[in-house]
């Protein structure tokens, strides 16, 4: 069984007992989060679509830690202009394990 959730401006693709990493959320460490907001939910043949959400589809899942993503490096450089400026940046995130998804 596995669920496709927005979160974040992002979409996933979910099963429970999976462990992923997610825009940060302010939520304390240990909490239980609900995402009602559920694009899809398959459960071997049967799939369940919606429009645009899957009415009364609810992923849950409990807050892990929170956490910083390694350092993305930006270099912006223009050729024979003596230019050449750095820049780096890590994103924060929020690492959830999903516990239930039902439908």
Not at 42 to 59: F, N, S
């Amino acid at each position: 069984m596995y669920a496709v959730i927005v979160t974040g401006g992002k979409q996933y693709r979910v099963t429970p007992g999976e462990t992923l990493k997610i825009e940060k959320l302010e939520v304390a460490e240990g909490a239980a989060v609900e995402f009602d907001r559920v694009l899809m939910v398959a459960d071997g043949d049967a799939v369940k679509l919606g429009t645009p959400y899957l009415a009364g589809g609810k992923v849950s899942a409990t807050v892990k830690s929170h956490g910083r993503h390694k350092k993305v490096h930006i270099i912006k450089f223009r050729r024979r202009k003596h230019h050449m400026k750095h820049q780096g940046h890590r994103q924060y995130y929020t690492e959830v394990q999903i516990t239930g998804v039902s439908a």
